[in-house]
């Protein structure tokens, strides 16, 4: 459980960093502001918030296994649309609802890793867990930045959705056991 969901936690914050990594070239694509760049951070932090009471209440009222890769999915799907995107209203709504997928997979990791281990190992295992939060928004920088560099700020988003598919699906088994 450790080891998937740390999993998850990294490409999880690698997905929602590619956006700052490329966000210079998107920028120019759409021809957007720094107002307006701003606002996708805004939009996938309302969404978080508003989302969190709920994903929160479906975690003490449903299986949590099958919400967490659900989730996860949700958020590789999410970032594989964006390589889609034409408009920047549309890359606007596809980063508010990453922020939706995001509240889902914040509530939901910790409290599952809760279930897992005993209070005495649970500092240890909350540490390993949330490491992937620096080393996965600083690769995220750096994919967005290098990938996006050679192959276009598009690149990024679907390179990074293979290994959220690959996390999930061993995340699935896993939950099925």
């Known amino acids: ?7 998850l936690n990294f490409v999880n914050y690698i997905d929602r ?12 694509e759409f021809s ?4 307006r760049i701003g606002a996708l951070t805004f939009w996938f932090m309302v969404a978080y918030v508003l989302a969190s009471p709920v994903t929160g209440w479906l975690g003490d009222h449903f ?23 034409h408009s920047f209203d549309s ?18 990791g910790p409290v599952i890793l809760a279930d897992f281990y005993p209070d005495d190992q649970r500092n240890r295992v909350l540490t390993i867990f949330n490491v992937a939060l620096p080393v996965g928004a ?14 276009g700020w598009r690149m990024p988003f679907y390179v990074s959705a293979v290994p959220g598919v690959v996390n999930v699906s061993a ?3 896993a939950a099925r056991r």
Do not use: W
């Open 138 to 151: 600083a690769l995220g920088y750096l994919i967005g930045g290098t990938v996006g560099g050679r192959y």
């Open 63 to 85: 299986k949590r296994k099958p919400l967490i890769v659900g989730a996860a999915l949700f958020c590789s799907g999410i970032n594989f649309f964006t390589a889609t995107v």
């Open 91 to 108: 890359l606007m709504i596809r980063h508010a609802a990453l922020g939706l997928g995001e509240a889902c997979f914040g509530i939901f």
């Open 1 to 7: 459980a450790l080891v998937l969901l740390t999993a």
């Open 171 to 173: 995340a699935f088994n």
């Open 17 to 28: 960093y590619i956006l700052p990594g490329v966000q210079e070239m998107v920028k120019h």
């Open 32 to 35: 957007a502001s720094d107002e």
